[in-house]
């Protein structure tokens, strides 16, 4: 299970069980990040299109929502043993991400470059370059060295870091195939052909952009400038939404609200973050009836570890260790907003 800030893992089933209470054959991910949510419905016969402005999520994409029967799984396999047995070769990512930051162990490093310099001479569509890059990162992620977040690493390597990197084909995802995308929600939303959209924005000042800045120069397999020492790309400075600004963040989800053009709405929010849920549920409210559902919910992983000198040693005490995400549904019929209203996930 990868790691990632603000996966709805706890939230999948609850949504799914929504969904299925609504009148809808097909719905957009708009902040699709790992594609979690996009796989959970697809698998349950929605028709999904994947959005992330993330190169990463975009790899995710074509790995689970777009690949269908078509994909030649014995040839995915026999290239993703050869990527496999290929031997380390240091370069960028090595550098970069294992001497100057200490994100996986060298040897690792090493076998990333070698496998990341030959998957795009080896992929012969997207959905098949989305396979291969969806499996390095994947298997980069189950030996790294951090607590979930490429903001920082940890200071002695994690026991999983010494194991060795290891290629797994992503399981594929029954449902009907769905189409993937790279581009801004707010641009996207008045062109959506879909029944339903399903909408988590960014909750905080901090970018998946920066959060994630290792996938996502591995995916474009880039050698950026990079700065500070979490060695992040020069670009996570240029590159500023109004989603992760306290000022700017209830007028982005109010202009992406107005812009929808789906009869039916699922919005994702946290506690925690920047949008009230009494004010998300009334802007909600002016597209007509609205269901909210509370889910507790562990915080993330790095307030389960708790706050740490940088020498080691526990400091301090992290407040609370559980939270509540909020899933809200609107539509135009009210005894299906009001099926739903009775639902309730598992804590």
């Not at 975009?58 to 290239?79: S, T």
């Not at 993330?300 to 040693?313: C, F």
């Amino acid at each position: 299970m990868i790691k990632y800030l603000g996966s709805k893992r706890a939230l999948v089933p609850l949504i799914e069980r929504v969904v299925e209470e609504l009148p809808v054959r097909s719905v957009c991910d708009l902040f699709a990040g790992t594609t979690r949510v996009g796989q959970a419905l697809r698998a349950s016969g929605l028709r999904v299109v994947s959005n992330d402005l993330a190169s990463y999520s975009e790899a995710f994409g074509h790995a689970y929502i777009a690949a269908d029967e078509r994909v030649d799984r014995v040839r995915i396999r026999r290239l993703l043993a050869q990527l496999d047995a290929l031997p380390g070769r240091p370069g960028y990512f090595t550098r970069a991400f294992c001497e100057q930051a200490r994100y996986l162990r060298p040897d690792n490093g090493a076998r990333v470059d070698a496998i990341r310099a030959e998957i795009d001479a080896l992929a012969t569509s997207p959905v098949e370059r989305g396979i291969l890059l969806t499996a390095l990162v994947e298997a980069a992620d189950r030996v790294d060295s951090t607590v979930g977040l490429q903001m920082a690493y940890l200071k002695r390597w994690a026991p999983r870091a010494r194991n060795r990197l290891e290629l797994r084909e992503p399981t594929p995802v029954p449902g009907p195939a769905g189409t993937v995308l790279r581009e801004d929600a707010n641009a996207l939303a008045p062109a959506l052909d879909v029944d339903l959209a399903y909408v988590d924005p960014p909750y905080n000042q901090h970018s998946y952009f920066s959060n994630y800045h290792v996938w996502e120069t591995l995916v474009r397999g880039d050698e950026p400038e990079t700065y500070g020492i979490a060695n992040k790309r020069v670009d996570c400075r240029e590159r500023k939404s109004p989603w992760n600004s306290r000022r700017l963040a209830a007028a982005a989800l109010d202009d992406l609200l107005e812009r929808i053009a789906t009869p039916w709405l699922v919005v994702s929010c946290n506690a925690e973050g920047f949008h009230a849920p009494d004010a998300v549920q009334e802007r909600l409210s002016r597209r007509g009836h609205v269901a909210r559902l509370p889910v507790d919910v562990r915080r993330y992983v790095g307030a389960q570890i708790g706050i740490h000198a940088p020498s080691g040693e526990k400091v301090g005490r992290v407040s609370h260790l559980r939270t509540t995400e909020y899933l809200f549904v609107a539509g135009p019929d009210r005894r299906a907003v009001e099926r739903a209203a009775g639902l309730r996930a598992a804590a």
